[in-house]
């Protein structure tokens, strides 16, 4: 499974939360304990990206319109 590791921005810098499974992380999201403004790594990224920008986290939650008759 893969492990990710959440960086926060807390007082005097930053700090480091996991490592966890995905699971976890949206856990954690829908407990409003990791934001979308929270950054995320895992093994193979070349460096941090925004929660907000990982589809593994976060897609798009409108449902889909009906088609018009």
Do not use: C, Y
């Not at 700090?15 to 950054?39: C, F, M, Y």
């Amino acid at each position: 499974d893969e492990v990710w590791i959440v960086l926060k921005k807390a007082p005097g810098g930053f700090r480091t939360l996991g490592p966890w499974s995905k699971n976890t992380i949206l856990e954690k999201i829908r407990a409003g304990e990791v934001q979308e403004t929270d950054h995320v790594w895992m093994k193979g990224m070349s460096g941090w990206a925004r929660i907000a920008s990982r589809p593994d986290f976060f897609t798009s939650s409108e449902p889909e319109s009906p088609s018009p008759l």
